[in-house]
């Protein structure tokens, strides 16, 4: 388990990922060399990490179940998690034992995978998919640990808007998959490698965030903090108050996804849990919040294998990155050249 220190640094990042230490250090109450040390530790040992995401606006997504030959669904997910497009992967009880969050840049894109480029393994008996109609929370959430007072002391500025929208561009792709690996990289680093200066890079990474094109967001080994459990749910709500209970639904502090799919079960809700028991809880509590909303199907996680790009041990670490990549859908869409070999075709 994580330590009350660190349990509010990790707090403290998922309000403002890419805060320096010494900003962070009067919130904090700690030097800025001994937040750097702990930080460095966490994100050595798998135990935290940043990242970066798409806003909802710039992606499309889906949600797979997948029914798996007995005793194949961790080598399934496994299969999965390989894929960039693919953000996150589970295996779950239930008739579908493993389900999928799949990313792509646009609805064409996202129809191309589901229909003809998603390699299925071979011990998948049946998947179904459904497309999100709207993203209603979970993409970024925190552990709430530090106070009112720190909280407001660690909170990034909105800042203004930008004065111009611009389309994303490749330039915007490229930083988006550099930052991939490590959302707190250094703009220096991030300059090295898109050959630009670090001032070109500060300036497009404040534009896309101003935009709402990009978040960051800290995760954690949930484990390691008290989040033992966590359960996939399924529920039908009237088209009418389906907005309303999503963003509710997805401002919980339990939230870590909140889709609306068409179809009679509507809203998909990945949930952590402290326990078996906090789940029962949570159903009375959505019940009597929200009594046109029904809870029509409801599975444990057994185990997360991939959290937003990290592939993770049973003890919630990051062990591997499979940096998330939604353009990796394009590429899986396009037809090989006829000029180019195929792999292991021989020819040379």
Partial sequence: MLDE???????????????????????????????ARRWERLAGNGAAWVT???SDRRMRGAVLELSCRPGTARSVALALAELPHVSTVGVT?????????????TLPAI?????HSLPVPADVTALHSYLYSGLFGGVVWRLGVINRARTEQVREPAGPPPAQIRPFGE???????ALGHDGRRSYNDLADELGTSPQAVRRRLDRLRRHGDITFRCDVARPLTGWGSMAFLWL??????????????????ETRHCSGV???????????LHSLEHLDRLLERIVREHPTAMVVDRRVVLQ????????VDEQGRSVRVVPVDPWAALDAARPPRADVPAPGSGRS
């Fill in 5 to 35: 220190t660190d349990l509010a640094l990790v707090d403290a990042l998922q309000l403002n990922p890419r805060a320096s230490w010494s900003s962070l250090a009067a919130a904090l109450e700690l030097a800025p060399i001994t937040l």
């Fill in 52 to 54: 970066v995401a798409l």
């Fill in 93 to 105: 009880t239930g008739r579908f034992q493993v389900f999928a969050l799949v990313l792509a840049p």
């Fill in 111 to 115: 129809a191309d995978v589901l229909v």
């Fill in 171 to 177: 330039g915007d792709r490229r930083l988006f998959l």
């Fill in 236 to 253: 039908s709500v009237p088209d009418g108050d389906l907005p309303a209970v999503g963003r509710a639904l997805g401002a919980m502090p």
């Fill in 262 to 272: 068409p179809g009679p079960a509507n809203l998909a809700l990945v949930i952590s």
């Fill in 304 to 311: 997360q294998v991939k959290v937003h790009g990290r592939i």
